[in-house]
């Protein structure tokens, strides 16, 4: 008797704990992904219309409450810019990053986290959307040959936000002609969120049909293997390579395809336009070359006058020494025979200047074609890291300066000398390939190619291979006075001085003379102090509090929307400044989900 007692026991405990580890299983699979859009419904979204003008929330209704449209407050927020002239209009995208709800904030700082852009308003967007047409309008005019070598496009991807992804493969089928898309290569570099394994299976099967091809790496391999992996499953005439976070603008393609059919051997890149990491905006970027410094980080430079000077002008194709590295197009056999890309190379860096010095040492040629613009998030920080925390950037680096820079490579070790002696694999194979391409010496492409960067001494510094949006414009000024806070009656100023970096803010008594309370709004929606520091969210967790921070020109965490509702809103934080009211804190600012209290409730008064 005693046993069976026992060995029913046993049966309810095993029952017991294979229920608990089936609960506990569910619970954490349905926690893992409640940051992506995959409560959408993905089966049996509407076809989208391409047509159709600011399709703000296509395809992800469901991301914003049901109140969300006929919310007072919100449809407030949606016109703040009323006397602004058109242009500015354009973008609704800032308001989209609207926090409502504890959810919201998650998604909001769970993105910066993993995806270091704003993921809530990646996810509102959606799998489409209008963009600005920021060719040249001369570019508008311009044909292309009907009969196009057919392209592959491959996009590797690591941990990219599924909406991003998804947004950026059908940027391609909207905006590309079916006879030259032969495909599109997802490769997926062994990553670990859980939207990017069944529902993107499904996805693709239920919207793609044949021509997405998904490519799962079982490890890691980085981005530059996982390319070349890419490329071997391909099938088009072209390879043409994206990041797994751009959007491909108009006419897009042809400009690429046809310097490629008119020589094989040129290698082209579209202009990389900005989208913002912060708000999603999509805005033009000037026309730049690549280039690199001695401590082998690519850079942008101006393009000399003489690119530009035939008979196109500003529009014509130009010689880059260089390509930032994540958008290009080769055609696909001579991508085989100029060796494809050094596999030694791990995660990323340093391959895009690799690629650029073979392709002109070796009888090619690398152009930018100022007609095909194609949008990428540029971050300010790298979301990931590599297996075992190497520093590939050195590793790749050293890599092609052993094999690509002869007795050059003595400048970059001039300013990394610890790197002398690290080790950096073997690179036989490479330094055959140069042999058997017959290639010819860096000095000829330094001489030939870069001739501008022999001017520039060893200690050129390294250059954020980011826009500065301003350029020499200044925004201009739209109002000019004290920032009071209507439930206080007091004015915003600096802590301790307006000229702290990094101060804090808090409302004091107004001073209508004082310099020290002067703040300026102007049209890049910047709020300035004293002519100094622009009050800047840092940190992009509404944990945070505002700070005083150098003015950046680039929007996002400096770009504050002070509406006629008398709030104050925050683009990258999507949430509203208020005053606190706890006696702990009393006089000093957070960020809050927006609402009508009046303590929210400011007004600039000139
Ligand atoms: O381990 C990895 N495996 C991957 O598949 C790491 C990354 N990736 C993917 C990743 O998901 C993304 O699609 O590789 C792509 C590039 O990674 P990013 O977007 O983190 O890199 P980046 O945009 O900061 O880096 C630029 O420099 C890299 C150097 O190795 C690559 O050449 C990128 O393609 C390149 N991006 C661009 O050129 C876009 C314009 C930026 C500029 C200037
Ligand atoms: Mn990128």
Known sequence: MGSVTLRYFCYGCIFTSVTWSLLLFAYLNLNQDKYSPRNVPIKGIEPYKPRRLLPRFTHSPNLLPKS????????????????????????MLPEMGMIF?????????????????????????????????????????????????????????????????????????????????????????????????????????????????????PKREGLIRGRMIGASHAKGDVLVFLDSHCEVNEMWLQPLLSPIKEDRKTVVCPVIDIISADTLAYSSSPIVRGGFNWGLHFKWDSVPLSELSGPEGAIAPFKSPTMAGGLFAMERNYFNELGQYDGGMDIWGGENLEISFRIWMCGGRLLI????????????RRPYGSPGGQDTMAH?????????????????????????????????????????????????????????????????????PVFVNRGLKRPNVLQRGLLRHLGTGK????????????????????????????????????????????????????????????????????????????????????????????????????????????????????
């Open 101 to 217: 709800s504890k959810q919201d904030e998650e998604v909001r700082d769970f993105g910066y986290r993993k995806h270091a852009f704003n993921l809530l308003i990646s996810n509102r967007i959606g799998n489409h959307r209008e963009l600005p047409d920021t060719r040249e309008p001369k570019c508008k005019k311009k044909s292309y040959p009907f009969d196009l070598p057919s392209a592959s496009i491959i996009i590797c991807f690591y941990n990219e936000a599924l909406s991003a992804l998804l947004r950026t493969v059908h940027s391609v089928f909207d905006r590309t002609p079916a006879h030259v898309l032969h495909e599109v290569i997802l490769v997926d570099d062994d990553s670990e969120l859980g939207d990017l394994k069944e529902d993107l299976d499904e996805y693709i099967e239920g919207n793609f049909l044949e021509k997405v091809k998904l490519v799962r790496n």
């Open 491 to 606: 004015c915003l100023v600096a802590q301790s001085q307006p000229s702290h970096k990094g101060g804090l803010v808090v409302v004091k008594e107004c001073d209508p003379v004082s310099s020290d309370q002067m703040w300026v709004y102007n049209e890049d929606h910047e709020l300035i102090l004293a002519n100094l520091l622009c009050l800047d969210m840092p940190e992009t967790r509404s944990s945070d509090p505002p700070r005083l921070m150098k003015c950046h020109g680039s929007g996002g965490s400096q770009q504050w929307s002070l509406g006629k509702n008398n709030r104050l809103y925050q683009v990258s934080i999507g949430q509203c400044m208020k005053v606190n009211n706890e006696l702990s804190h009393k006089g000093y600012v957070s960020m809050a989900i927006c609402d009508d209290s009046p303590s929210q409730q400011w007004r600039l008064e000139s």
């Open 369 to 380: 074609i100022p007609c095909s613009r194609v949008g990428h998030i540029f971050r300010k």
């Open 396 to 464: 790749n680096s050293l890599r092609l300066a052993h094999v690509w820079m002869d007795e050059y490579k003595e400048q970059f070790f001039a300013l990394r000398p610890e790197l002398r002696t690290r080790n950096y694999g073997d690179i036989t194979e490479r330094v055959s390939l140069r042999k058997q391409l017959n290639c010819k010496s860096f000095k000829w492409y330094l001489d030939n190619i870069y001739p501008e960067m022999q001017l520039t001494g060893p200690n050129a510094k390294a250059q954020q």
């Open 68 to 91: 969300f449209q006929k919310d007072k407050l919100v449809e407030d927020l949606f016109h703040p810019h009323e006397e602004l002239p058109p242009e500015k209009k354009i973008d």
